[in-house]
């Protein structure tokens, strides 16, 4: 429920910054890193132990960086 939630808003997000040409993408960023954290964090729960889980929580703790440093210098 959580993963259709952030899947609608990053989708929405995207769509309107394209179609407007406004800055969002800071936004974007963090609820993308969400998205890729809740989807790690699942894929652990079930215990599939592998590669794909742990690397989507690692790739998850660079883009909220990226986002953190977007909202920063802007």
């Given at each position: ?16 910054s ?5 800055e ?9 890193g969400?998205?890729s ?12 132990k ?20 977007g909202?920063?210098i802007n």
């Amino acid at each position: 429920m959580v993963r259709v939630i952030l899947v609608v808003v990053v989708l929405v997000l995207s769509s309107y910054s394209l179609i407007t040409e406004t800055e969002l993408m800071p936004y974007y960023m963090f609820f993308l890193g969400a998205l890729s954290l809740v989807t790690g964090l699942v894929e652990l729960q079930k215990d599939r132990k592998g590669f794909w889980g742990y690397m989507s929580i690692v790739i998850s703790l660079f883009v909220f960086f990226v986002s953190i440093q977007g909202f920063l210098i802007n």
